[in-house]
């Protein structure tokens, strides 16, 4: 089982629809969570962080963590062309003992939106 | 922009070869991380650095890496005796301790190399 894993893509949504970008983690322990967002040939551009259970909302991006069920999920709302990327959820392997923080991400999921 | 920069952005080397990328974090980052993405992949990490103490390197690390944080400020990778295998993108990735948010990483543009 890998430690981060996203659903396969690639998903393709409708201009103005909504996305829904799942991910689930191995590490019961984690308390960090990221959405990144990788255009080709390009490196991964933060764009959500989140620490609690709930929702975070920022603009058009809403982030979802569920620590019981192990599940983090991006929503994007009136989806635009120029959403269309790869999008990257990270788990930081949390400071303390041999870990310092680094991020273990999953294999990325290609977002396609069309006009 | 982030603010961190990578440098060269692209670099192609023969098989064989010795190649060193450097990163320049913004200079309060006293955190930095490195990774290598390859196509159709997330990135992985490769070694950390706190100010110039290399405190964790993955078991990718081969002993053909070698990776200096020399004054705390700008960090150099080095990868001997190029291979193919080594393809991919080289990413620089930043934070700093003691502000909010500081679980954040901050990711340089990377160094794609090709190994021909």
């Known amino acids: 089982q890998k430690e981060v894993e996203q659903n396969s893509g690639p998903l393709s949504v409708p201009e103005g629809a909504i996305a829904s970008l799942n991910c689930t983690y191995s590490d019961r322990g984690s308390q960090s969570f990221f959405w990144y967002r990788q255009y080709s040939g390009k490196s991964p551009e933060l764009i959500m962080s989140?620490?609690?259970?709930g929702d975070k909302e920022d603009g058009r991006f809403t982030a979802q963590l569920n620590k019981a069920s192990q599940y983090v999920s991006l929503l994007i709302r009136d989806s635009q062309p120029s959403d269309s990327a790869t999008y990257l959820c990270a788990v930081r392997h949390d400071a303390g003992g041999t870990s310092y923080g680094k991020l273990t991400f999953g294999q990325g999921t290609i977002l396609t939106v069309h006009p | 922009d982030t603010g961190v920069s990578q440098d060269p952005r692209h670099k192609i080397t023969k098989r064989g070869q010795n190649v060193t990328f450097r990163c320049d974090p913004i200079?309060?980052?006293?955190?930095l991380y490195w990774y290598r993405q390859t196509l159709g992949q997330g990135p992985e990490f490769l070694t950390y650095?706190?100010?110039?103490?290399?405190?964790?390197k993955s078991r990718l690390l081969s002993d053909r890496f070698s990776a200096e944080r020399p004054k705390g400020s700008f960090s150099t990778l080095e990868i001997q005796r190029t291979e193919q295998g080594d393809s991919a993108m080289y990413l620089c990735?930043?934070?700093?301790?003691?502000?909010?948010?500081?679980?954040?990483?901050?990711f340089g543009p990377g160094t794609r190399l090709t190994v021909t």
């Open positions: 989140i620490y609690s259970n």
């Open positions: 990735a930043t934070n700093w301790v003691g502000v909010t948010n500081s679980y954040e990483q901050y």
């Open positions: 650095f706190q100010n110039e103490a290399q405190l964790e």
């Open positions: 200079s309060e980052h006293n955190r």
